[in-house]
């Protein structure tokens, strides 16, 4: 022991180098602030969702300033976040009965109501969620029921849904290609086509400023549904892949821009980011933000910025931003933050915008958390 004791001693140990890292090595977010919500409330009142229960696969804006998502996993819980100053927490609504995945197939209707589709479990049916009972105090949350409403398409799940305000229908997709329609007043499906018997297509869905929908076919041939002549109107518009890409390559997120009415899309294969003008049939790719694959989700600021993911599974998401005046693509960097907890986040699968402009992003690894961003108020110029 005296031996080792004595080597140890003479051993000459590295040196901590005398320079330091300058802000160009930062790879976290460090353009406006990032923080993170666990699914429980406020931390220490209540059981989080289970590991493995817990990726969040769905969010979307309610009312009352609430955040409301779904996750995927061994089973599969509706959530809500509560941006009050008494709630700031979450509350985990309950199991989804019979769901193992909710996979972009939140929405809310004109009244404020959630409804949702299955994406993975017993049956792909539609599930309705009455937000009227919710209700987050300092010590306290209260919550209604989740209730199973139809299998829109029986045998099929539901990969993707959308909501009409306006005309009180959804729009939905599924696993098979499947594009139809629900009446929520009728509470029936009103339509239905198939896009796609190969399931060569992409398995989103995306509404313009007209009320007109968008679908993703074969080698990412971009399809219309025109509202107006209620009935899908193949283009020969083609979403940019890299070349020779077309058959294996599919969009994963989209977006409506109204501060610009474009149409923002990201590919799953390439992670390419591209736009489309449904008033001119125009395409362009923007750009790759990162080496990884995949774009997994997308939002628009309150600004018109749009923000989105870059990362595949098993990597490191980048948060990235593409502004619509100034044309600049900004890889943001890794997502990190030590408020409420430590941690780093890997792998997100939805996004969407708050009220006030705060961006939520959800974290979809075995154990998940709900990420808020802040983008910071730019500078006013002087004139």
Same mark, same amino acid.
Request: aromatic share 14%.
């Given at each position: ?27 976290? +977010? ?14 220490? /009142?209540?059981?989080?969702? %289970? ?38 927490? +979450? ?50 949350? !209260? ?9 829109? @398409? ?35 499906? *009103? ?12 398995? +989103? ?21 025109? @509202?107006?002549?209620?009935? *899908? ?44 003008? %449904? ?9 790759? *933000?990162? %080496? ?25 998401? !980048? /948060? ?23 941690? !780093? ?15 939520? /992003? ?15 108020? %730019? ?5």
């Amino acid at each position: 022991m005296r031996d080792l004791e004595k080597e140890l001693e003479k051993r000459k140990w590295p040196e901590k180098p005398q320079f330091g890292i300058g802000k160009n090595y930062n790879v976290y +977010v460090s353009y406006g602030r990032v923080e993170n919500r666990s699914l429980r409330l406020f931390q220490s /009142l209540s059981e989080p969702i %289970p590991p493995g229960e817990c990726a969040i696969t769905s969010l979307c804006k309610g009312k009352g300033r609430k955040i409301y998502g779904a996750t995927s996993g061994n089973k599969s819980h509706l959530f809500y976040y509560s941006f009050s100053p008494e709630g700031d927490g +979450v509350c985990d609504i309950g199991i989804i009965e019979g769901a193992k995945a909710v996979k972009n197939s939140l929405c809310v209707d004109k009244n404020g109501n959630i409804w949702g589709g299955v994406s993975d479990g017993e049956k792909g049916y539609i599930f309705f969620y009455d937000t009227s009972e919710d209700y987050m105090r300092e010590t306290w949350t !209260h919550c209604g029921e989740i209730k199973v409403v139809l299998e829109p @398409i029986p045998k099929e799940f539901i990969v993707y849904l959308i909501c009409n305000e306006e005309r009180d229908l959804l729009y939905g997709l599924t696993n098979e290609g499947t594009f139809f329609i629900y009446d929520i007043s009728k509470n029936e499906v *009103i339509n239905k086509w198939q896009i796609d018997k190969n399931k060569l297509f992409s398995p +989103v869905i995306v509404k313009d400023g007209k009320g007109d929908v968008y679908l993703f076919g074969a080698f990412g041939q971009i399809l219309k549904y025109s @509202i107006s002549e209620e009935r *899908i109107i193949p283009t020969d518009i083609y979403v940019p892949f890299l070349k020779g890409r077309a058959f294996y390559d599919r969009v994963s997120s989209v977006c409506f821009n109204k501060y610009d009415g474009f149409i923002y899309g990201g590919t799953n294969v390439d992670g390419i980011f591209f736009s489309f003008n %449904p008033e001119t049939n125009f395409v362009r790719m923007i750009g790759k *933000i990162t %080496p990884e694959k995949d774009i997994p989700c997308l939002t628009v600021g309150k600004d018109g910025t749009v923000y989105g993911i870059s990362g595949e599974k098993d990597g490191m998401a !980048h /948060l990235f931003s593409y502004n619509i005046d100034t044309y600049s693509l900004t890889d943001l960097g890794l997502l990190y933050t030590t408020i409420e907890i430590p941690w !780093h986040g890997y792998e997100f699968s939805s996004a969407c915008t708050g009220d006030f402009g705060e961006i939520y /992003l959800g974290e979809s690894d075995r154990i998940s958390h709900l990420f808020i961003y802040f983008p910071p108020i %730019p500078e006013k110029k002087n004139i």
